[in-house]
């Protein structure tokens, strides 16, 4: 498989986020290396969208990392414990970005559910591996992503990246409204959100 190279962020939001899906999210740790397939994401681009945290071009010491150049990871924390991976889009300076909202185990699986879990994989059930990397805060504690190892790093480095499949996989993508932004007025209603259809891991279909 090959990495993705920094031209692949660097073009419209809504691309990258249908593009991304298929890929496979790489993240070496701890003599581990975890891959997953992406099968969800969420836009989000800060020049008109009220759910976006850089919206109205606000800088904070959370949100400069979006203002990066495109291929950097952002990572932040809800609810003062789930920590989020995304992607910065686009060129440096304009604060968009793809979240990675689900993801399909393929390696380090036994170690995604200690991590997730406490317990072996023969201990869990069918329900709790289709839960194990199904929504954001899910992946990133089944994968040991977390913003202070990976805020802020390159995703074209050796760490944590994203990669082609050897392989052209044939699905269909669902395009939707984004969940759990009822703020955002108006943004609400953006069809920003993409999955493959019928993947068990995607967090609300």
């Known amino acids: 498989m090959?990495?993705?190279?920094?031209?692949?962020?660097?073009?419209?939001t809504l691309e990258v986020a249908r593009d991304l899906l298929g890929k496979y999210l790489v993240h070496h740790i701890d003599k581990v290396e975890y891959i997953a397939k992406i099968?969800?994401?969420?836009?989000?681009?800060?020049?008109?969208?009220?759910?976006s945290h850089a919206y109205n071009n606000r800088v904070t010491p959370r949100t400069k990392t979006l203002y990066s150049?495109?291929?950097?990871a952002y990572v932040y924390i809800i609810y003062g414990m789930y920590h989020c991976l995304n992607t910065v889009t686009e060129i440096e300076g304009k604060a968009s970005g793809v979240l990675i909202r689900a993801v399909e185990p393929i390696k380090g699986i036994e170690k995604m559910v200690e991590n997730r879990y406490k317990k072996s994989l023969d201990e869990i059930n069918k329900r709790q591996?289709?839960?194990?990397?199904?929504?954001?805060?899910?992946?990133?504690m089944a994968m040991k992503i977390t913003k202070d190892r990976n805020n802020n790093?390159?995703?074209?480095?050796?760490?944590?990246?994203?990669?082609?499949s050897d392989e052209k996989e044939d699905f269909e993508i669902v395009t939707?409204?984004?969940?759990?932004?009822?703020?955002?007025?108006e943004a609400v209603d953006f069809p920003w959100r993409?999955?493959?259809?019928?993947?068990?891991?995607?967090?609300?279909?």
């Open 39 to 51: 099968v969800e994401t969420e836009a989000y681009i800060a020049d008109i969208d009220k759910a």
């Open 176 to 185: 939707t409204t984004r969940i759990n932004i009822d703020y955002a007025e």
């Open 129 to 140: 591996i289709y839960n194990l990397t199904s929504g954001p805060g899910k992946l990133t």
């Open 153 to 164: 790093i390159d995703l074209c480095g050796d760490k944590l990246y994203i990669m082609e």
């Open 194 to 205: 993409f999955y493959i259809k019928d993947n068990p891991y995607v967090s609300k279909k």
């Open 2 to 12: 090959k990495k993705l190279t920094r031209e692949f962020y660097a073009r419209p």
């Open 69 to 72: 150049r495109p291929g950097t």
